[in-house]
């Protein structure tokens, strides 16, 4: 047997193609697009995904007024920040979130699918996220993505 054909092949930054990536959140749980999309983000869909190097495509998400929660987690799903001052952490549902920016509970989901370090702030520039079906990376010819099809 030759140990030398079974060497890890690890990409370089120069040598990894990204593509776009466009994905549909009408009637969609929350928790697929941001997996699915943390997925695509990361590159780990990819057959040469290197763990220290953003090989992962750019996502764009439209309609992220219409994603799905199951069950009362409109209400009782619970966000959580903090200002910085003593007793200054505040509260707020998904549903007063979704009322203000509805981007952000998609944001929030998939930033906390990605690494904790430099990596995944790097990746993280790779989302765009879209309220209503416009966008304006149309220049970029997104590829579809339909999620129905992948759960």
Known sequence: MNTLSYKTVS???KEVTKEWVLID???IPLGRVASIASIMLRG???????PHVD????VIIINAEKIALTGKKWKQKQYVRYTGYPGGQKFSSAEEI????PRKIIEKAIKG?????KLGSAIYKNLKVFIGE???HEAQKPKKIDIKELI
């Open 11 to 13: 990409k370089k930054p």
């Open 55 to 58: 090989c992962g495509d750019n």
């Open 98 to 101: 979704k009322n203000k920016d």
């Open 113 to 117: 699918m990605l690494p904790k370090n």
């Open 44 to 50: 780990k869909n990819k057959a040469y995904f290197t």
């Open 134 to 136: 416009n966008h304006k």
């Open 25 to 27: 959140a009408s009637e």
